[in-house]
């Protein structure tokens, strides 16, 4: 069983930065991907960003340039850098690795933390 548990949301007025972390614990394999998704009120959740073990990333269009995903292996965590923060940036923001073994797929949710951006 892996568990994922997400730090560093808060409040933050318009133009500010933001540091996620997320740090997995339990059986973690090498092939996995890890990724931040985010679900604002209202609105269906989203991907925001996502980076492979071999440090592949992908971004949502809509944060490209102003969020920076990383990883670091060795520790299990994985890190948004939010930079340029808009009010439509504010939602909860959680934490998920999936992948691949011989036993089957494996995918895991944080519960998330909120990000709140004032205008």
């Known amino acids: 069983q892996v568990q994922l548990v997400e730090s560093g949301g808060g409040l933050v007025q318009a133009g500010g930065s933001l540091r996620l972390s997320c740090a997995a614990s339990?059986?973690?394999?090498?092939?996995?991907?890890m990724g931040w998704y985010r679900q604002a009120p209202g609105k269906q959740r989203e991907l925001v960003a996502t980076i492979t073990a071999l440090r592949i990333t992908n971004y949502a269009n809509s944060i490209k340039g102003r969020f920076t995903i990383s990883r670091d292996n060795a520790k299990n965590t994985v890190y948004l850098q939010m930079d340029s923060l808009k009010p439509e940036d504010t939602a909860v923001y959680y934490c998920?690795?999936?992948?691949?073994?011989?036993?089957?797929?494996?995918?895991?949710w944080g519960q998330g933390t909120q990000v709140t951006v004032s205008s």
């Open positions: 998920n690795i999936k992948g691949w073994t011989l036993s089957g797929d494996f995918d895991y």
């Open positions: 339990g059986m973690i394999f090498n092939s996995n991907t």
